[in-house]
């Protein structure tokens, strides 16, 4: 019996390399390029793209819940972040995967974007636009939240745990009805 057992674990971790972990580390199974990130403001109503955001903390999340990267964006509201992620399986064709990108930036509330492909057209890039929505007292301020379905409050918390798992400060606001306040870029080890 005992070697049985032995044997299928062995089995499922030769052939299902995700169950032990492997998938993460394997060259087979994971994609590597350049994300290439643009975070601006939104104008409204149009929702058009607007100026860029300088100093945004962009959060880049794999598949399997880890931070891969952050970076801040520069003077153009830009970055560029090199990312490895895993191979995503339901696109066999492709030699691509998926990661979740975070945006945060004083003044504003938070993005999250859950579906940004990776090497999707076998560049070894990636690319994804966020419009930030300014703060603003006379509306409910949360994060905005694209590609999922999920309810909000799942969403919040999730931000919660990433943010508190990378040490990021929550933004100072000087009105009381905005609370809490959305995150910010800063860092709790800066």
Known sequence: MVKESFFILLSL???YPAISGFAETNGENTVSAILTA???TTIEPAGEQGM???NARLVVINSLGKII???LTNSKGEATLPVIAPKDLRFPMKNM???TVIAVANGYNEHIDFSVPINEYN???GRVSISLWKIDPKRRNEPQFLNASFHRFT???MLDYYAAKIGLKRQYINDESIAPAPWGP???LE
């Open 123 to 125: 560049d070894h890039t």
């Open 97 to 99: 995967g998926e990661v």
């Open 155 to 157: 969403v919040f918390d």
């Open 186 to 188: 800063a860092m709790t």
């Open 69 to 71: 990267a952050t970076k």
């Open 52 to 54: 860029p955001i300088s």
């Open 13 to 15: 971790f030769c052939f």
């Open 38 to 40: 643009k975070v601006t």
